[in-house]
């Protein structure tokens, strides 16, 4: 067995459901501080966050990922337990496998290597751990990378462990996300009995003319590394129970996915602007849970893409494609920040899994990158 294939192991056996740690950055602490790495957690409520570096020269390469995995969902629907290893068919099952206790283990032991080879090396290497990705990331990468901005630490680079791989290890890694934006829009109106209408305002009626303008406007065109930017309505709720009222009131949830071609401010004004030219009453609350990032083509992503190729044969697809990551938050303190990291087709799964051949290529492609950013 491998080493990264068994520390993947040991960290599986940790069922550190989010927010829970169980371990798992003690264990990483271990590991790293025999290597020069100054261990530090910060714990911010229920959540525990590790921050470690060796060196103290720039440029700074950090590994950046998460230790709480999702909840397993029913046991009985797994084929084996989601906190025992198991082998089957060539792939390591367990919750955590492809999202993410490889990729740490990955990033572990391809630092232990590239350490050992070249003691000597230039720069800095970090890790920024949080056992709150999972869930509502208020308190860990954030607050890490506050602390790390009030103290004037620069990040150079950062690798974010997350599984972007489609088909085969390296075929995609993402240079940017897309921002997320919520709307809760209340419509008003006047509630009143359903044979009677001239005595009420129906907030539906109201409503639908706007939002047929919202669900068809186009946002923006896009940019060389984005879709164009995405509205979309995710639940609407009007009325009593009742089927003779007249509902006071219709509420709306809304969401955009959006670019670097547009802004916070811009999208918000667009929507106020519309609601307000259709007469509406109205209140609206949003909720900014994060914003676009992007990594043009330069340094870190040719570092890692010369290291899948060298190590895979493959050219790799960059994407800005899914969902949001902690990348929204370590941008904001680091000019260059990229994801990489195993197959993602079974996270958030029953029966999550990674294939065992993908293990030692993962290890190699960060300890690759390492050597081109480091040593060159």
């Known amino acids: 067995m491998s080493?990264?294939?068994?520390?993947?192991?040991?960290?599986?056996?940790?069922?550190?459901v989010t927010p829970e740690d169980k371990g798992c950055q003690n264990r990483m602490s271990e590991l790293l501080t025999p290597l020069?790495?100054?261990?530090?957690?910060?714990?911010?409520?229920?959540?525990?966050?590790?921050?470690?570096?060796?060196?103290?020269?720039?440029?700074?390469?950090?590994?950046?990922?998460?230790?709480?995995?999702?909840?397993?969902?029913?046991?009985?629907?797994?084929?084996?337990?989601?906190?025992?290893?198991?082998?089957?068919?060539?792939?390591?099952?367990?919750?955590g496998a492809a999202d993410m206790k490889t990729s740490l283990a990955a990033?572990?032991?391809?630092?232990?290597?590239?350490?050992?080879?070249?003691?000597?090396?230039?720069?800095?290497i970090g890790f920024l751990i949080t056992s709150d990705e999972e869930g509502p990331a208020t308190?860990?990468?954030?607050?890490?990378c506050n602390q790390l901005k009030a103290r004037g630490?620069?990040?150079?680079?950062?690798?974010?462990?997350?599984?972007?791989?489609?088909?085969?290890?390296?075929?995609?890694?993402?240079?940017?996300?897309?921002?997320?934006?919520?709307?809760?829009?209340?419509?008003?109106?006047?509630?009143?009995?359903?044979?009677?209408?001239?005595?009420?305002?129906?907030?539906?009626h109201l409503a639908m003319p706007a939002l047929a303008e919202l669900a068809t406007i186009t946002w923006d065109a896009g940019n060389d590394y984005y879709a164009p930017t995405s509205w979309q309505m995710s639940n609407i709720h009007a009325g009593t129970g009742a089927s003779n009222v007249i509902p006071g009131e219709c509420i709306i949830d809304f969401n955009f996915r959006f670019s670097t071609a547009s802004t916070v401010e811009g999208l918000q004004q667009q929507v106020i602007s519309i609601?307000?030219?259709?007469?509406?009453q109205y209140d609206l609350r949003w909720t900014v849970g994060g914003l676009p990032f992007l990594t043009p083509r330069g340094a870190l992503s040719t570092a890692l893409t010369d290291a899948i190729?060298?190590?895979?044969?493959?050219?790799?697809?960059?994407?800005?494609?899914?969902?949001?990551?902690?990348?929204?938050?370590?941008?904001?303190?680091?000019?260059?920040?990229?994801?990489?990291?195993?197959?993602?087709?079974?996270i958030h799964k029953i029966d999550e899994h990674i294939a065992v051949a993908e293990i030692e290529p993962l290890k190699n492609i960060y300890r690759r990158t390492l050597e081109n950013l480091l040593l060159a």
């Open 3 to 16: 080493r990264t294939l068994a520390l993947t192991e040991e960290l599986i056996t940790l069922s550190s």
């Open 107 to 124: 990033m572990i032991v391809a630092v232990e290597e590239f350490t050992a080879a070249h003691p000597d090396h230039k720069g800095s």
């Open 139 to 144: 308190d860990g990468t954030v607050i890490v």
């Open 309 to 346: 190729s060298a190590e895979t044969g493959i050219t790799t697809e960059l994407s800005t494609a899914g969902g949001t990551s902690d990348g929204r938050f370590i941008a904001q303190i680091c000019p260059q920040v990229i994801e990489f990291g195993p197959t993602n087709a079974s």
């Open 36 to 95: 020069g790495f100054a261990c530090e957690t910060i714990q911010s409520g229920d959540v525990t966050n590790l921050w470690a570096r060796r060196g103290d020269t720039q440029p700074l390469l950090v590994f950046a990922g998460h230790t709480d995995v999702v909840p397993t969902g029913p046991l009985e629907k797994w084929t084996s337990n989601p906190f025992k290893p198991t082998h089957r068919d060539g792939k390591l099952y367990g919750r």
């Open 153 to 204: 630490e620069q990040l150079d680079y950062c690798i974010v462990g997350e599984p972007t791989s489609v088909s085969k290890i390296g075929d995609m890694i993402k240079n940017g996300r897309r921002g997320t934006m919520s709307g809760k829009l209340i419509i008003k109106g006047v509630q009143g009995h359903i044979a009677y209408p001239h005595m009420a305002k129906n907030p539906i």
């Open 275 to 280: 609601l307000d030219k259709h007469d509406l």
